[in-house]
């Protein structure tokens, strides 16, 4: 699989995975951020916070307000943790296609808590390109580089939540404009998400979609009975250096076939 291929061109995502032990690192780091943050919310919760697990949060006898308690901020984890991410397979793999430019951006590595039947913990369809070009909080890119998403289940329920996309339609134009929300400039999405059919993307816990910076996607709202965890991250590489490498290894396959 050339993944540059996949990524670019066909449906503009393929599937990736961490092993067990990679698994369980991420929902170490992602646990601990989340049981400091209760204990600055509500310091009482933090035991049985911790006895049930993030994925059964929805049944903590919270007084605060979700909606409000958890900002972007609260959800990135440290940007040291970057160097562990890199060692992982996936990202191996990924270096061994794409080059040493192929880096993991430093300034997004941001999880997201999705508590069941709760409309209001999902964002609409999107492209990731829109938040960049709007400058949404979003780091600079290198000059020459290019960059994919990375999406990673931590806790799911396959078919009953997770991420949808719109396979190919990162190769279409989607109408979008930019509004300012309370100081933030933000992408909206102009066309009716009721009339675009998306895939909901079956990925247990540990298994990851690695996508084009153009797709449409979004979360579905949770039927499942947990709560869904996942985690995100951006990979910039060198475009002329990525497509080099691609056009020798979609040869190196062909003569091997
Ligand atoms: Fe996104």
């Known amino acids: 699989m050339v993944i540059f291929d996949e990524i670019n061109d066909g449906v503009g995502f393929c599937l990736e995975g961490l092993t067990e032990t990679e698994l369980e690192f991420v929902r170490g780091r992602i646990t601990e951020q989340y049981l400091s943050r209760i204990g600055q919310l509500q310091p009482d919760l933090v035991p049985i916070a911790r006895e049930r697990g993030i994925a059964r949060y929805h049944t903590l006898p919270t007084t605060f ?20 991410f890199a060692r992982m397979g996936f990202f191996r793999r990924i270096q061994s296609q794409f080059g040493p430019s192929a880096i993991i951006s430093h300034d997004e590595l941001n999880w997201r808590l999705v508590r069941p039947n709760q409309p209001s913990d999902i964002g ?12 949404y909080g979003y780091g600079s890119m290198p000059a020459g580089y ?9 806790h799911t329920e396959p078919g009953a939540n997770g991420l949808c996309v719109k396979p190919a339609s990162h190769r279409q134009e989607w109408k979008h404009h930019f509004e300012d929300k309370d100081g933030v400039r933000k992408p909206v999405f ?17 298994k990851m979609v690695m996508f084009h910076d153009e797709l449409l996607h979004g979360g579905v ?14 990979v910039l590489f060198d475009r002329n250096d990525a497509l080099a490498r691609a056009a020798s290894l979609r040869e190196e396959m062909t003569a091997v076939a």
């Not at 307000?65 to 562990?84: E, I, M």
């Not at 102009?190 to 540990?206: H, S, Y």
């Open 65 to 84: 307000d979700h909606g409000k308690s958890w900002p972007k901020a609260t959800r990135l984890l440290d940007p040291k943790y970057v160097a562990d």
């Open 124 to 135: 609409p369809m999107h492209a990731d390109k829109w938040f960049w070009d709007a400058g």
């Open 146 to 154: 290019d960059r994919f998403k990375i999406w990673i289940a931590i």
């Open 190 to 206: 102009d066309e009716n998400p009721d009339a675009i059919e998306t895939e909901l993307l079956p990925l247990a816990a540990g």
């Open 221 to 234: 709202v949770n039927r499942g009975s947990t709560c869904r965890v996942s985690i995100e991250l951006t």
